[in-house]
């Protein structure tokens, strides 16, 4: 279904797409990133929050290390400022990143299995559909961050996966 290689290219895009979030909200005034937008997670915050809640609750079912007690319900409020949320971006990045370099072919076969809190139950699927459920979700929800952001006048960077940086 899926290779080590796209695992790396969409580790390496998640992590550039990132990077130019925290730059954008970097700037950004509290007020603003908190403020009610009527997305999914509410706010540019909220939904960014979510997302970095999702990324470790995804990467520590792949990578077996520690992941969070937080659940789905609280993920809009997973760190309490633009700063700390940028702290933690960009070091859930890097694990992201380390765990695709070193992902095997084999890494990427058979089940995996996990107590969703969502749900309410076990859930198996597999490997190599969880993993594409991790980059798909950053694509979907960073895409909402986007359409925010450019009614708020800014310009976010390209996002075409074409137009990577080497």
């Given at each position: ?117 969502a749900a309410g139950r076990e859930i198996t699927k597999p490997k190599a559909l969880c993993v594409i ?34």
């Amino acid at each position: 279904m899926i290779t080590p290689e796209y695992c790396r290219l969409m580790a390496r895009y998640n992590a550039w797409q990132n990077d130019g979030l925290r730059g954008m909200v970097g700037g950004m005034d509290r007020e603003t990133l908190l403020h009610d937008r009527g997305a999914f997670w509410g706010s540019i915050m909220g939904t960014l929050n979510h997302l970095l809640w999702a990324d470790l609750m995804w990467i520590s079912r792949l990578d077996g290390e520690e992941g969070t007690d937080v659940r789905l319900k609280g993920s809009p409020d997973f760190t309490p400022t633009p700063a700390v949320w940028a702290a933690e971006r960009f070091r859930m990045d890097a694990r992201i990143r380390l765990w695709a370099d070193a992902v095997h072919a084999l890494d990427l076969v058979g089940d995996l299995a996990w107590y969703s809190g969502a749900a309410g139950r076990e859930i198996t699927k597999p490997k190599a559909l969880c993993v594409i459920q991790m980059f798909n979700h950053q694509t979907h929800h960073r895409g909402q961050v986007h359409q925010m952001l450019t009614s708020l006048g800014l310009k976010p960077g390209d996002t075409d996966l074409p137009f990577m940086p080497e």
